[in-house]
């Protein structure tokens, strides 16, 4: 039972290159998050999916796309990556909507540095 | 604008002696609020939760107090130990306020325990 892992670790990107962070979890959870944290800000909520075959905009989704082919991952694509988006992406996942549960589990992060 | 505030960074204690993390939220349709702890390069962890309807909720060393009517919540541990050094984000949802159940985050407060 590996719970939620992400892929890659760490990320170093041209300003204008494209990117997929990919997000796994083996808990058969419904829904799926992905934040940023960046110094001095907290989490702050990017995309979400409420299940299979859905997604919907969090706090800060402009940069990105996701998309939740298979209930068990949850993918974040950079189309044309800016200097900004550099930061700590976290994944996670929980069986109900994440402010309603103690159990949503969070993925280790993935470093991404935007050059 | 913040809705949850963390208003200090950091936070250095003794150990064995009290920490007291503090919190302080805007909206008042948060029904729900979270602790969660973060260990460097590693995911956050939930650490404890308390209802609005609850002005208390204990779990071991860890306390969560609730004061509604000065929106504010705070966290005890009791006695602190060297491993509690650590990340620590208040979070909070309004389950029922539109946000589908999605967490707002605070900055964090950084926890150093001192041997």
């Known amino acids: 039972n590996a719970g939620v892992t992400q892929t890659p670790k760490f990320r170093v990107l041209k300003t204008g290159q494209s990117m997929t962070l990919l997000c796994a979890q083996d808990?058969?959870?419904?829904?799926m998050y992905w934040y940023r944290q960046d110094p001095g800000m907290g989490l702050r909520l990017i995309h979400y999916?409420?299940?299979?075959?859905?997604?919907a905009k969090g706090e800060v989704p402009d940069g990105y796309n996701v998309s939740r082919l298979k209930k068990q991952n949850f993918l974040l694509g950079l189309e044309s990556a800016a200097p900004s988006q550099t930061s700590v992406y976290f994944c996670?996942?929980?069986?109900?909507?994440?402010?309603?549960?103690?159990?949503?589990?969070f993925g280790p992060g993935t470093r991404l540095t935007v050059l | 604008d913040q809705q949850v505030k963390q208003n200090s960074p950091s936070l250095s204690v003794q150990e064995g002696r009290i920490s007291i993390l503090n919190c302080d939220y805007t909206?008042?349709?948060?029904?729900?609020f979270l602790w969660y702890k973060k260990y460097p390069a590693e995911g956050p962890t939930f650490l404890i939760s308390?209802?609005?309807?609850?002005d208390k909720n204990e779990d071991g060393r860890f306390t969560v107090f609730l004061n509604k009517s000065a929106k504010h919540l705070s966290l005890h541990i009791v006695p602190s130990q060297p491993g509690d050094s650590a990340v620590y984000f208040c979070?909070?949802?309004?389950?029922?306020?539109?946000?589908?159940?999605?967490?707002?985050f605070g900055k964090g407060t950084k926890l150093s325990v001192k041997p």
């Open positions: 996670a996942s929980s069986p109900l909507p994440a402010g309603d549960t103690d159990t949503q589990y």
């Open positions: 999916s409420v299940g299979e075959g859905t997604t």
């Open positions: 308390i209802s609005s309807i609850k």
């Open positions: 909206n008042s349709m948060f029904d729900y």
């Open positions: 808990m058969n959870h419904e829904y």
């Open positions: 979070a909070a949802s309004a389950r029922y306020g539109g946000s589908q159940g999605n967490l707002i």
